[in-house]
């Protein structure tokens, strides 16, 4: 006899409803539990104790919320403790520790706490955990970490180690990467940044990323590299007008003025004037409100749109006002009013 709809189940007996009260049960509960580990006093033994066990046996849900606990309070009893945790949670990764939250938490505690162990940050490195439909990675940014925590603890292998990052196939891995270069304090690993924005990268936040450590590592020759960016009026250019404007280098004014000029319409009003609002220079301000009172509607709308990035700087709000004023197209002056409202 054929079942009903009203009765329709899977392989389980159990019809979508009680799973779907299930799945919401299971959440209950490990809310439930994270939150009586938080409620516990660090300072007891018996929660250390509890919160042990926690991590011996929990899931990654549970052993992130103790590795914060850990990673909080400088619950030095537990650090020993992370690594096996860690461990463990490779094991089967996609079911014991969906989202990498776990190992995750675990190698930012390390980290924070100032302890090196092999079998997180070496480990960690080459960690993948395809999950989904799509088969994201979601131990992208667990690779990343375990590379600034090599360049923290000034590994002998750090730039090795970050190199190689550089080319992972996640953003993420390679944003933190790059981060990590920069933390590392090492001048002559410019060169590591350089080749890599030379070469390119798909995603902006990664060349971002490799401009800021320069900046960091050897401001005034990265300065010079940067503008050379410039000239392409591609991507890497675009980063690096805003990577110049970031920094606040006064010098950026001209070059970043003739960027404007020979970027096409689209360039200057999304890249360029911001590029020149984020430098907070005089010269800078005052060319995007000339701008603002005598260019044409898409022009004077971007040059506010640019300054209005800093909407807690009551002069300069003024400012942009009583220059909206004497521009002539009424409708201009209503898109800008709107902007401050």
């Known amino acids: 006899?054929?079942?009903?709809?009203?009765?329709?189940?899977?392989?389980?007996?159990?019809?979508?409803?009680?799973?779907?009260?299930?799945?919401?049960?299971e959440a209950r509960s490990f809310e439930q539990r994270v939150a009586e580990l938080?409620?516990?006093?660090?300072?007891?033994?018996?929660?250390?104790?509890?919160?042990?066990?926690?991590?011996a046996t929990g899931s990654g849900f549970i052993v992130a919320a103790v590795a914060k606990l850990v990673e909080d309070h400088r619950l030095e009893p537990l650090v020993p403790e992370l690594?096996?945790?860690?461990?463990?949670?490779?094991?089967?990764a996609v079911k014991r520790d969906p989202?990498?939250?776990?190992?995750l938490a675990i190698?930012?505690?390390?980290?924070?706490?100032?302890?090196?162990?092999?079998?997180?940050?070496?480990?960690?490195?080459?960690?993948?955990?395809?999950?989904?439909?799509?088969?994201?990675?979601?131990?992208?940014?667990?690779?990343?970490?375990?590379?600034?925590?090599?360049?923290?603890?000034a590994r002998d292998d750090a730039l090795d180690v970050l190199a190689r990052l550089l080319?992972?196939?996640?953003?993420?891995?390679?944003?933190?990467?790059?981060?990590?270069?920069?933390?590392?304090?090492?001048?002559?690993?410019?060169?590591?940044l350089r080749f890599k924005l030379l070469l390119g990268d798909g995603e902006p936040a990664v060349l971002a990323a490799c401009l800021e450590a320069m900046f960091h590592l050897a401001r005034d020759p990265s300065y010079r590299f940067a503008?050379?960016?410039?000239?392409?009026?591609?991507?890497?250019?675009?980063?690096a007008a805003l990577a110049l404007g970031g920094a606040r280098f006064a010098d950026a004014f001209e070059p970043l003025t003739a960027w404007c000029i020979g970027a096409t319409s689209e360039q200057r009003h999304r890249i360029g004037y911001l590029a020149l609002a984020l430098l907070r220079a005089e010269p800078a301000t005052a060319y995007l409100l000339d701008a603002i009172r005598s260019h044409g509607r898409r022009d004077a709308v971007a040059a506010a749109r640019a300054l209005a990035t800093f909407k807690d700087d009551a002069g300069l709000i003024e400012r942009i006002r009583d220059a909206a004023r004497e521009?002539?197209?009424?409708?201009?002056?209503?898109?800008?009013?709107?902007?401050?409202a």
Request: glycine letters at 10%.
């Open 227 to 239: 503008i050379e960016l410039l000239a392409a009026h591609d991507e890497r250019a675009e980063v």
């Open 1 to 25: 006899m054929a079942r009903s709809r009203g009765s329709r189940s899977d392989r389980t007996g159990q019809p979508p409803d009680a799973r779907a009260g299930q799945r919401s049960g």
């Open 38 to 55: 938080r409620a516990l006093d660090p300072a007891a033994p018996a929660s250390l104790g509890k919160l042990g066990t926690a991590l």
């Open 327 to 340: 521009q002539r197209d009424p409708a201009a002056r209503d898109e800008i009013a709107e902007l401050l």
């Open 167 to 192: 080319a992972d196939r996640e953003r993420t891995a390679r944003i933190g990467a790059a981060q990590a270069i920069g933390d590392a304090g090492r001048r002559d690993a410019t060169a590591l």
């Open 99 to 103: 989202g990498c939250r776990g190992k």
């Open 107 to 153: 190698a930012r505690a390390l980290h924070a706490l100032d302890h090196w162990d092999d079998r997180v940050f070496v480990t960690g490195l080459s960690h993948e955990q395809k999950e989904g439909w799509g088969q994201e990675d979601t131990a992208a940014e667990l690779r990343g970490v375990c590379g600034i925590a090599h360049a923290h603890f």
């Open 83 to 92: 690594a096996p945790a860690f461990e463990r949670l490779r094991e089967d």
